[in-house]
């Protein structure tokens, strides 16, 4: 089969690889139809995210079901499903308890309590390195899909797959920032970053009953985009002191909900990246201290975006003499898919509408360039499998998982 396959950092290809087979009783192989590239994908992409070895990427796919393992009860072939990201066996502790990115099952190389930079991590995720359980990803005509009894939904046949797909991580991404800040309505909710996930939280607020949405983003073109889908306002670090404007704009007491949907690789200058190379961190907190100064005594601060390493200087003062209320990790997407899904089936939101790219995966590589060099006004690409299928004149990449 095609598939977009991680070399090295800044070598992502569209090469031949063996089809997936059934490994266990409860797998499915799915027939991608759709599938898309995700900023956290972009970590791989830089190295930030490490992977030693050739590894099919994505973790945002949809699809039919091609094969079904004997063990599996809720799925038969033919049935078109969307995947959410973590991989969850369905009943561990963890996942009898509402946090299936901490199943204790599908990461069994690298599980462990301690939550260290290179061990001791959470659940498995689709195509995103070894650390995370080494499972080849759906950017790719076809995938295996272990535990499919527990994640996968049947999506209903009058709804698109554009409709649906980011079903999979970024809107239950957005929603948990906002779902884990309690919202009570009338709240000022300001979101770093106007990436997908951002969008996505944006949404989510209003959802959850926000008075005012505040979307930052240093690229003006991505808070045009945020301006007309999610009708907020905008801020541009680049242009305004954000911390202020917020300041200003709730009578001096900052934002109740602040939302960093960026993580630890923003727009840096050279003193940003001179101190983090001599503190020896990974990236950069920049956007997070900024939401610690921008949200309200007593707020919530959602963290969405990726942080893998330690950071010096953590602002811990800040936190306690503020009372910040701190809510981050991976989204908890069965605690909410079904709920989602009728929201997107009875017209409460619209989730494609931040589609800026539909490619077909022979052009990943184009792909994930514009996506990451923020080209072409790029905000979401979207991959079809099955569309301009070319053929590779070369031996197939051999891939371990």
């Given at each position: ?37 995700c900023g956290s994908d972009l970590h791989i992409l830089s190295g930030g995210v490490p992977q030693p070895k050739p590894m099919v990427m994505g973790h945002e796919f949809m699809g039919i079901v091609e094969e079904v393992g ?242 010096d200087n953590f602002p811990l003062h800040r936190l306690f003499d503020k009372g910040i209320t701190l809510k981050m990790g991976q989204a908890p997407v069965l605690n909410y898919v079904d709920h989602l899904i009728e929201l ?58």
């Amino acid at each position: 089969m095609k598939a977009a396959v991680f070399h090295k950092p800044g070598d992502i290809r569209y090469d031949t690889v063996e089809d997936p087979r059934l490994e266990q009783d409860t797998d499915v192989i799915l027939k991608v139809t759709s599938t898309a590239i995700c900023g956290s994908d972009l970590h791989i992409l830089s190295g930030g995210v490490p992977q030693p070895k050739p590894m099919v990427m994505g973790h945002e796919f949809m699809g039919i079901v091609e094969e079904v393992g004997k063990g599996v009860k809720n799925l038969k072939k033919g049935d078109r499903v969307v995947v959410p990201f973590p991989i969850s066996c369905g009943h561990c502790f963890f996942c009898q308890h509402e946090a299936s990115p901490a199943c204790e099952n599908s990461n069994y190389k690298h599980y462990g309590p301690n939550g260290d930079m290179a061990d001791q991590k959470g659940a498995a995720l689709f195509g995103y390195t070894d650390l995370y359980g080494g499972y080849s990803g759906g950017q790719a005509e076809y995938v295996r899909v272990p535990y499919a009894d527990i994640s996968p939904r049947v999506v209903p046949e009058n709804m698109t797959d554009e409709q649906v797909l980011f079903l999979t991580d970024i809107f239950p991404t957005g929603w948990s920032a906002i779902d884990w800040a309690q919202l009570k309505g009338g709240e000022v909710v300001a979101i770093f970053g106007s990436g997908p996930v951002g969008l996505m939280a944006q949404k989510a607020a209003w959802l959850n009953g926000a008075s005012r949405v505040i979307a930052i983003d240093p690229l003006n073109y991505r808070l045009e985009k945020a301006k007309a889908v999610n009708k907020v306002e905008t801020l541009n670090p680049d242009e305004v002191d954000v911390v202020e404007a917020i300041r200003a704009m709730t009578g001096g007491r900052g934002a109740d909900v602040c939302v960093d949907a960026v993580g630890f690789e923003p727009e840096r200058n050279i003193a940003d990246k001179a101190k983090a190379l001599i503190n020896f961190e990974v990236g950069s907190m920049k956007v997070l201290d900024m939401a610690f100064k921008a949200v309200r005594r007593m707020g919530t601060v959602s963290i969405m975006g990726v942080y893998g390493s330690t950071y010096d200087n953590f602002p811990l003062h800040r936190l306690f003499d503020k009372g910040i209320t701190l809510k981050m990790g991976q989204a908890p997407v069965l605690n909410y898919v079904d709920h989602l899904i009728e929201l997107v089936k009875t017209e409460k939101v619209v989730l494609d509408d931040i589609i800026t790219h539909t490619l077909p995966l022979s052009e990943v590589t184009h792909g994930y360039d514009i996506f990451n060099k923020k080209e072409e006004d790029c905000v979401k690409v979207v991959l079809k499998p099955w569309e301009q299928r070319k053929e590779i004149e070369s031996e197939p990449v051999k891939i371990e998982n």
